[in-house]
């Protein structure tokens, strides 16, 4: 997991990119920096993009996705049953915000079905079907969803008091 300060360093690193006129052009950074793909992903994902294999890249995104929420919240269910204990917009395990306002509840309860929805709508075609064929950039559109539903996660932090 990336830290806070490892996240704000790489931000900090970024900046540079955008107002200092000898920056790095964009076009020259690899597609997961200039979507700015979440640095979590395991490894794989960035080895099933770079060899053309764009459908299992979103796949094992999706499946790590799973996994964290599992293991933020200590929840053993899967996929479209664990997003929906989870994000519940009453009793959730994990809060996104603190839930006190009805514009609160509400995002508590979009993120829900947000979350709820890319496992079914992204995750489970491709471990599901057999030839799905997804282009880069629909690949990349999906790790940024992936990434902000990471994000997201890891700002809700922890509910297990083991981790």
């Given at each position: 997991?990336?830290?806070?300060?490892?996240?704000?360093e790489?931000?900090?690193?970024?900046?540079?990119?955008?107002?200092?006129?000898?920056?790095?052009?964009?076009?020259?950074?690899?597609?997961?920096?200039?979507?700015?793909?979440?640095?979590?992903?395991?490894?794989?994902?960035?080895?099933?993009?770079?060899s053309s294999?764009y459908?299992q890249?979103?796949?094992?995104?999706?499946?790590?996705?799973?996994?964290?929420?599992?293991?933020h919240?200590?929840?053993?269910e899967?996929?479209?049953?664990?997003?929906?204990?989870?994000?519940?917009?009453?009793?959730?395990?994990?809060r996104?915000?603190?839930?006190?306002?009805t514009?609160?509840k509400?995002e508590?309860?979009?993120?829900?079905?947000?979350?709820?929805?890319?496992?079914l709508?992204?995750?489970?075609?491709?471990?599901?079907?057999?030839a799905?064929?997804?282009?880069?950039?629909?690949c990349?559109?999906h790790?940024?969803?992936?990434?902000?539903?990471?994000r997201?996660?890891?700002d809700?932090?922890?509910?297990?008091a083991?981790?």
């Open positions: 997991m990336t830290s806070s300060l490892e996240r704000f790489r931000v900090a690193r970024q900046a540079g990119n955008f107002t200092d006129s000898s920056a790095v052009d964009l076009a020259n950074l690899h597609p997961f920096e200039q979507r700015n793909v979440h640095p979590g992903l395991p490894s794989i994902v960035l080895e099933l993009f770079d294999h459908s890249a979103t796949f094992e995104a999706f499946k790590f996705l799973d996994k964290e929420v599992q293991r919240s200590c929840c053993s899967s996929g479209v049953k664990l997003m929906m204990s989870v994000f519940a917009a009453t009793s959730p395990l994990l996104l915000n603190a839930l006190s306002t514009s609160e509400d508590q309860k979009g993120f829900q079905f947000v979350f709820a929805g890319a496992v709508a992204i995750r489970n075609p491709r471990g599901h079907e057999v799905v064929a997804d282009s880069p950039d629909e990349l559109d790790l940024a969803l992936a990434s902000l539903l990471l997201r996660l890891e809700a932090g922890f509910r297990c083991a981790l």
